[in-house]
């Protein structure tokens, strides 16, 4: 069946560069936010604490509101496709909104970040959450979704680097000492490769899977509240992403105020940026392990499963996560070496949960004959962005709880031992209550199996009726 089929190498690529975008958008948010709050825009930690994380709990909402309107889009291009187009150009401007400084008293800025905030979640559901779903019906081979997903994370660590590189090397050349003339102007490249893959990914992908229309939303909402593996998927994609968020946004402030980066191992390769230089290249590192982790994906998942796999990745980046704690502040290598190492086993887990989300859309198929896979995908959007509200809201209150002060010239060893605490023991633990859920979660290979021939079954007895 055409729904059965291998996808082409440009199809797969043309899918990977729309989480490319997203991520573009969204690794610039959760690397360099917190930070651009706290020491260019002027707000104080608890105030920008507050901020992520109550307009991260409201956006939620607007996740499930927006898969069902994408399960029932109806135009010549499918029910996902459409989206990619009509929001690439909100979705780069709400990205150069975020990061852009008005001349406002410090109230006024408040409710500027509030705004632009806003407005930067909702061209991202709208974004988002239908290209998540896009993946749910391109094919209906559960193998060919998880190679699928391995591109989509492939792309998505190129969006990564993408952002990464652009701020570290734009910011001060663009801003000429003015960073809040940077990181405006850095926006405006950034957002142009947001719109452009985004636009890309609508013109090069099909929709297949035959949509089996469901009667109403209570059935809808139903169906989900009921659908376990979709409860726990839920659970676990929160979990993962506050982990890795946590992280990612305290590496700005881990090499900026904690690393001694004098006669580091790494000498002349981050004499142009000093500590921020540093701070690049680690997080850039990382995003290249994230990539080779992908390419490693599918066959890891053929040889282990996606629940052992998943289990297995996040036990081992906890441990070498958490083992960061005991670093000295010169010991630079040992730093890239953990963060390496965690990063392999964290670069997995986005890659094993879509395409598990994929499995709970066809498990609720197959459990009630009706299908709503922007719905189902919904917890994708919801995962990252109340996991990254919450990881943004726990990252900077630790830092308010110890005093953190980002006019300060110099840190005091209170707030040095919050930020290394955000880099490893608290991040570590959360993240391990993720194998509990995980113990419960009930799609095995052997029942996706079962699963994906009865459906095939089914449909084809509808395209022979």
């Not at 402030?253 to 580091?264: I, K, M, P, T």
């Not at 959007?381 to 809201?393: P, Q, R, S, Y």
Request: glycine residues 8%; positive net charge.
């Amino acid at each position: 069946m055409a729904t059965h089929k291998k996808l082409s190498l440009r199809e797969k690529i043309g899918y990977a560069l729309g989480d490319t975008a997203a991520n573009i958008a969204w690794r610039t948010v959760a690397y360099f936010l917190p930070i651009f709050y706290t020491d260019v825009f002027g707000l104080e930690a608890a105030v920008a604490a507050t901020l992520i994380f109550l307009i991260r709990l409201t956006d939620g909402v607007t996740d499930l509101i927006m898969g069902n309107i994408a399960d029932r889009t109806k135009s010549k291009y499918g029910k996902f496709r459409p989206w990619l187009l009509w929001t690439a150009l909100p979705f780069a401007v709400a990205l150069i909104l975020q990061f852009t400084t008005p001349d406002l008293s410090l109230t006024g800025k408040v409710i500027w970040a509030y705004a632009t905030s806003i407005f930067y979640t909702l061209t991202y559901t709208a974004n988002n959450v239908p290209y998540s779903a896009l993946m749910g019906v391109m094919t209906s081979d559960v193998k060919v979704r998880t190679e699928l997903s391995s591109y989509r994370f492939f792309g998505a660590y190129l969006g990564g680097i993408i952002a990464t590189i652009g701020v570290i090397a734009l910011v001060d050349y663009l801003g000429d000492g003015n960073q809040n003339i940077g990181y405006q102007y850095t926006m405006y490249v950034l957002a142009f490769i947001l719109a452009g893959c985004s636009l890309i990914t609508f013109y090069t992908t099909r929709e297949r899977v035959p949509v089996i229309k469901t009667s109403n939303l209570k059935d809808d909402y139903k169906d989900l509240i009921k659908n376990v593996p979709w409860l726990i998927l839920l659970l676990i994609g929160f979990i993962f992403v506050t982990y890795n968020v946590i992280k990612q946004s305290t590496t700005m402030y881990y090499f900026s105020h904690y690393v001694n980066d004098e006669q580091n191992i790494f000498g002349s390769l981050v004499d142009w940026g000093g500590k921020k230089g540093l701070a690049g290249l680690y997080l850039l590192s990382l995003l290249v392990i994230s990539m080779i982790s992908t390419v490693f994906a599918p066959a890891l998942t053929r040889f282990f499963g996606k629940v052992k796999l998943f289990i297995m990745s996040i036990v081992f980046s906890a441990i070498t996560a958490g083992a960061m704690y005991w670093l000295e502040a010169n010991q630079v290598g040992s730093m890239f070496t953990l963060g390496i190492l965690s990063e392999f086993g964290a670069g997995l887990m986005p890659v094993l949960f879509f395409a598990m989300l994929g499995d709970a859309a066809d498990y609720s198929e197959y459990k009630n004959k009706r299908r709503a896979t922007g719905l189902v995908y919904s917890a994708g959007t919801f995962a990252m962005k109340f996991g990254g509200g919450m990881a943004g809201f726990i990252t900077l209150m630790i830092l308010n709880m110890y005093n953190y002060d980002g006019e300060a010239v110099v840190k005091t060893p209170e707030m040095l031992e919050g930020i290394k605490l955000n880099m490893s023991i608290v991040p570590a633990i959360f993240v391990l209550v993720g194998v509990i859920a995980l113990w419960f979660y009930p799609l095995t290979s052997k029942k996706m199996e079962v699963i994906e021939a009865e459906l095939e079954e089914r449909r084809a007895a509808k395209v022979d009726a």
